[in-house]
């Protein structure tokens, strides 16, 4: 079945260069080589970008009887009538799957309490795991299909998510067996990440919990085949850089890659360790070093800024993306969906990259296209672009500037999104 999209305004292709690889430097905002012009068409064909031309042209070859009717034996018109057109955002950094409610947090923090404050009273994660070890599985699979359709809607169409609220091997099993169930029943590509390493349970020693990651969770997980990626959250209080090692090292046995937390809080090498693991990304990363970023963009460890963490924490959003682009450092941004920043608008993470940062639309785009689909997919399932022999996954905005993606903070940019070629979500309000 063939879909053309006609009349775009302007097309952010995002397809310079190899496609392999993330942008960084200047051309992560070299709106010459990034953005097509307005008037371009786009040809889909069993849910491939066949071509990418002049709307003229390809309604000659392709659609000659348009407009007189949208639809042939084999062939569909979508007009989109001078909006602007995306490819679909790409959330590199969630934590999906998870029960209970922590809105009493905020006023904690108002009150002077830090995160360490608060989880060390028994809030943050461990409350959640309490939560998360009664839910059913399928409460889990409820609850996560509504987040994937709430970040469809905001036009989300590739996203990581992880484990990390059961912190026991049946709580862990459970939690990637709901996002495993989520993936199969939805359009939204879904990528598993085991963060059995979140934290340490309050009724088992340090050392123990390590030999259970090890021993018993890992080995489980890797047999049953539940997922891409282990990560480990590596901050002073929680997991040290040594211990991070020996768990991603042990995973590197069972052919499992790892993601990490690193560098929230504080400078704890964690990013230079990442960059030394050959993890694939090292995300949060706000207080990495300089010397850190470097090691990481030699070693191809992406860089994943979360603002919408210290957004919510009501701390400043001091993050270096624009030394990363005068320093030639790929990055890419993300949500961090998780129970205390449930934020799953990239276009909001957007807005504060270039509301509150300063940061360049285009680039700021590339952050949650391109460069993250480079962490999550091989070659064959590159997303993040949109260009030919590449999945027609895309945005239709409301504007028809591209730069608009992430200027509607509190509403969806977003009028249409395609996965696969096939709308599946068509907002009528704006």
């Known amino acids: 079945m063939r879909t053309l999209i006609v009349n775009c305004g302007e097309v952010a292709h995002l397809s310079t260069g190899d496609i392999r690889f993330p942008l960084s430097g200047y051309q992560?905002?070299?709106?010459?080589?990034?953005?097509h012009s307005e008037g371009m068409a786009i040809l889909v064909e069993d849910g491939i970008i066949e071509r990418i031309g002049p709307t003229s042209d390809l309604i000659a070859e392709h659609?000659?009887?348009?407009p007189s009717t949208t639809k042939s034996v084999d062939t569909t018109v979508i007009d989109v009538h001078g909006k602007a057109v995306v490819p679909g955002f790409v959330d590199c950094h969630t934590h999906l799957v998870w029960a209970g409610d922590r809105a009493e947090e905020l006023a904690l923090r108002q009150a002077g309490k830090t995160y360490r404050d608060i989880a060390a009273a028994g809030g943050g994660i461990s409350k959640t795991v309490i939560h998360t070890r009664g839910a059913?599985?399928?409460?889990?699979v409820e609850s996560g299909n509504r987040r994937i359709v709430a970040a469809i809607a905001n036009g989300t169409t590739a996203i990581e998510a992880k484990s990390g609220y059961g912190l026991d091997v049946e709580a862990e099993v459970k939690l990637l067996e709901a996002i495993s169930m989520i993936d199969r029943s939805t359009a939204c590509s879904i990528s598993p990440t085991w963060l059995g390493a979140h934290d340490f349970p309050a009724d088992t020693s340090r050392r123990d919990y390590m030999d259970q990651l090890i021993s018993d969770?890992?080995?489980?997980?890797s047999e049953l085949g539940l997922a891409k990626w282990v990560d480990v959250f590596c901050e002073p209080g929680w997991f040290s850089p040594e211990e991070t090692a020996e768990i991603?090292?042990?995973?590197g046995e069972h052919g499992i890659g790892s993601r990490l937390h690193v560098d929230e809080f504080v400078d704890y090498g964690g990013l230079a360790l990442a960059a030394e693991l050959g993890s694939v990304s090292g995300d949060h990363v706000a207080c990495s070093s300089d010397d850190s970023r470097q090691s990481a963009a030699d070693a191809g460890t992406m860089q994943t800024f979360l603002p919408g963490t210290p957004y919510v924490l009501g701390t400043d959003?001091?993050?270096p993306i624009n030394k990363c682009?005068?320093?030639?450092?790929?990055f890419s941004t993300a949500t961090d969906f998780n129970p205390n920043c449930p934020i799953n608008s990239l276009p909001f993470i957007g807005s504060l990259l270039s509301h509150r940062l300063g940061i360049d639309p285009i680039a700021a785009l590339v952050s949650v296209t391109r460069n993250p689909a480079t962490t999550l997919f091989d070659e064959s399932e590159m997303r993040g672009v949109l260009a030919k022999g590449r999945p027609a996954d895309l945005n239709v905005l409301?504007?028809?500037?591209?730069d608009s993606w992430c200027q509607t903070p509190g509403s969806s940019p977003v009028s249409m999104t395609l996965i696969g070629g096939e709308v599946v979500n068509s907002d009528k309000a704006y």
């Not at 659609?63 to 348009?66: D, G, K, R, V, Y």
């Not at 969770?217 to 997980?221: A, G, N």
């Not at 409301?398 to 591209?402: L, R, Y």
């Open 398 to 402: 409301w504007s028809s500037s591209a």
């Open 63 to 66: 659609a000659p009887w348009f």
């Open 248 to 251: 991603v090292r042990s995973a």
């Open 136 to 140: 059913s599985l399928e409460n889990l």
């Open 217 to 221: 969770q890992l080995p489980i997980i």
């Open 28 to 35: 992560i905002k070299d709106r010459n080589h990034l953005v």
């Open 317 to 319: 959003i001091a993050l």
């Open 325 to 330: 682009i005068e320093e030639d450092w790929a």
